[in-house]
C-alpha cells in the first residue's frame, strides 16, 4: 500500500444481522430462502466458500449455515477458515449435511465452533427452530454488548474530568488563598459538573442499549469552545497544543459532548503524536470543521479503516480502552455530522470533524 492513506467513518451505523447459507447447489439455497422467510430473517447466500469466507468477514451473522459437500473447499475446510476471521470466530455454524456424524467428527467439529447439524433433505420446521433460537440469541447478545460499550464509555470519558479535579485539587491544597486557588476551586466544580453531566446522560444511553447518543443542541462558537478545551487540559499538555480559528464558527450543539469529541481529539494526538498539536477551526457555509492536526509515525493503513470502530487500539497501545475515537464518531453522527482521518509519513496526521451548523 503507498505511505499516504485516508478513511472517512461510516456514521450509517451497523447492518441488521442476517444468517450466512453457503451451499454449491444455487436450487439448495433457494429452498433455504423459502423456509426461512417467515422469520423475517435477511438471509445471505453464495454458492463459493471463499466468498463465505469473504462475507463473513465484512459484517456480522446471527449464524451460519454451511453444506458439509462443496468441490472447492469443503464444510470442514471452510468452518476451520472462519475460525481464523475476528468477525465470525463466535458465529454459531450449522452444518448441512446428507449422512449421520459420528461421535468422534461431532466432538473435533464443537472443537472448531459447530453448534449442531442437520441431515439432508432438510426439516423446514426444524431448520426454522434453530435459525429463530440463533437470531434470538444474536439480539440479545447485541443488546448485553451495546450496554457494555456504553458503560466502557462512561469509565474512559470520566478519566479526563477526574484527572482535571486531582490536579487542580492539589493546586489548591498547595496555594495560599486568593485568586490562584480562587481559580482552582472553580476549575474543580466544573469538573464535577461534567462528570456528573456525563454519569447522567452515558448511564441513561447505557440502560436502553441501543439508540444514538442524546444531545442537547444549543447555541454556541466552536472556536471559543476549542480555547476552553485547551485551557482546562490537565497536565502539561496544554503547552503543546495550538487552537487558529477562521471564518463563522457559530452553530447549535451539544456542549458537553463536543467537549468529549475535542478533549478524545487532543489526548489521541498528544499520545501519538509529536512536538506541537493544532486545532484548526474554519467556517464556511453551513458547516464548521475543527482538524486536529500532529506529527509523527503514521498510523498503519490496516488500522485506518476500523480506527473508529470500539475497542481499536495501535499494537503497541496499552494505555487505554480502544473507546476515544469511537465516541467521537457517535457524537458526530448524533449531530448529523462526520468525522474522518488522514494520516501519512510526510504530513502528519489529522482527525477532521465536520459539523452541520444546525441540525
Known amino acids: 500500500m503507498s505511505p499516504s492513506a485516508s ?79 475476528p468477525a465470525a470466530r463466535e458465529t454459531p455454524v450449522v452444518l448441512l449435511t446428507a449422512h449421520e456424524l459420528d461421535p468422534v467428527a461431532i466432538g473435533q467439529l464443537e472443537g472448531k465452533g459447530m453448534v449442531d447439524y442437520i441431515l439432508k433433505p432438510v426439516a423446514p420446521v426444524i431448520l426454522r427452530s ?80 441501543r439508540g444514538p ?38 452553530g447549535a450543539w451539544d456542549r458537553n459532548r463536543l467537549n468529549q469529541a475535542v478533549a478524545n481529539l487532543m489526548t489521541n494526538a498528544l499520545r501519538y503524536g509529536e512536538g506541537r498539536v493544532t486545532l484548526d477551526v474554519r467556517g464556511a457555509g453551513d458547516q464548521v470543521e475543527l482538524s486536529v492536526h500532529n506529527r509523527g509515525a503514521p498510523i498503519p493503513a490496516e488500522l485506518l479503516p476500523v480506527i473508529f470502530h470500539p475497542f481499536e487500539r495501535g499494537t503497541r497501545d496499552r494505555a487505554g480502552l480502544g473507546l476515544g475515537l469511537y465516541i467521537v464518531h457517535e457524537i458526530a453522527k448524533a449531530h448529523r455530522g462526520s468525522v474522518g482521518v488522514s494520516s501519512a509519513a510526510e504530513d502528519g496526521t489529522t482527525f477532521s470533524l465536520r459539523l452541520p451548523r444546525s441540525m
Open 7 to 85: 478513511a472517512s467513518a461510516d456514521t450509517s451505523g451497523p447492518m441488521p444481522a442476517a444468517v450466512l447459507a453457503v451451499d454449491d447447489y444455487a436450487v439448495n439455497l433457494a429452498a433455504l430462502s423459502v423456509i426461512v422467510e417467515p422469520l423475517g430473517i435477511e438471509l445471505v447466500t453464495t454458492t463459493s466458500a471463499r466468498e463465505a469466507i469473504r462475507l463473513a468477514g465484512q459484517r456480522p451473522f446471527a449464524a451460519i449455515l454451511l453444506d458439509v459437500v462443496m468441490p472447492e473447499m469443503d464444510g470442514f475446510e471452510t468452518l476451520t477458515a472462519l475460525r481464523a476471521i
Open 130 to 209: 434453530k435459525v429463530a433460537a440463533l437470531g434470538a440469541l444474536h439480539r440479545q447478545r447485541e443488546e448485553l454488548a451495546a450496554k457494555d460499550r456504553h458503560i466502557a464509555m462512561l469509565a474512559h470519558d470520566l478519566q479526563t474530568p477526574l484527572a482535571a479535579i486531582g490536579v487542580s485539587a492539589a493546586l489548591v491544597l498547595r496555594s495560599e488563598a486568593g485568586a490562584p486557588a480562587e481559580a482552582a476551586a472553580q476549575r474543580i466544580i466544573q469538573g464535577v459538573d461534567r462528570m456528573a453531566d456525563m454519569i447522567r446522560d452515558l448511564t441513561d444511553f447505557a440502560r436502553a442499549g
Open 213 to 250: 447518543i442524546p444531545v442537547a443542541p444549543e447555541p454556541m462558537d466552536l472556536g471559543d469552545l476549542c480555547r476552553e478545551a485547551v485551557r482546562d487540559f490537565p497536565g502539561d499538555g496544554a503547552s503543546r497544543l495550538e487552537v487558529r480559528t477562521s471564518g463563522d464558527l457559530r
